[in-house]
Nanobody, 128 residues
């Protein structure tokens, strides 16, 4: 299982970025893909997830409509579209995969549990 995150960079507050998570080496429909982030000096936190089989999604409350997770089956890629970015969104963003038999994001997955495969992070910096 390989996950490759990309798309991070420096952006001004209010701007947008789209992160990509390219996946390979596994049967995509057997997994949920999650996005996590770790800000400087803070613990890693769960952001959003998508069930690859059904497209069912879940995101944390702080997303507040600013972040959208989606997938492109033809490209084996999951995206995190981030709009109206704030300085507090500054973090290293990671994608991860959780094996699942469900068609929905499970309670555990929504809590950031069960993700066994991780990509390297991509850094997002939002300036004020």
């Amino acid at each position: 299982v390989q996950l490759q995150a990309s798309g991070g960079g420096l952006v001004q507050a209010g701007g947008s970025l789209r992160l990509s998570c390219a996946a390979s080496g596994f049967t995509f429909e057997d997994y949920a893909i999650g996005w996590f982030r770790q800000a400087p000096g803070k613990v890693r936190e769960f952001v959003a997830a998508i069930n690859w089989r059904s497209g069912n999604t879940y995101w944390k409350d702080f997303v507040n409509g600013r972040l959208t997770i989606s997938r492109d089956n033809t490209k084996n890629t999951v995206y995190l579209q981030m709009d109206s970015l704030k300085p507090e969104d500054t973090a290293v963003y990671y994608c991860a995969a959780a094996l699942t038999s469900s068609r929905r994001i499970t309670t555990a997955q929504a809590m950031g549990i069960g993700y066994d495969y991780w990509g390297q992070g991509t850094k997002v910096t939002v300036s004020s």
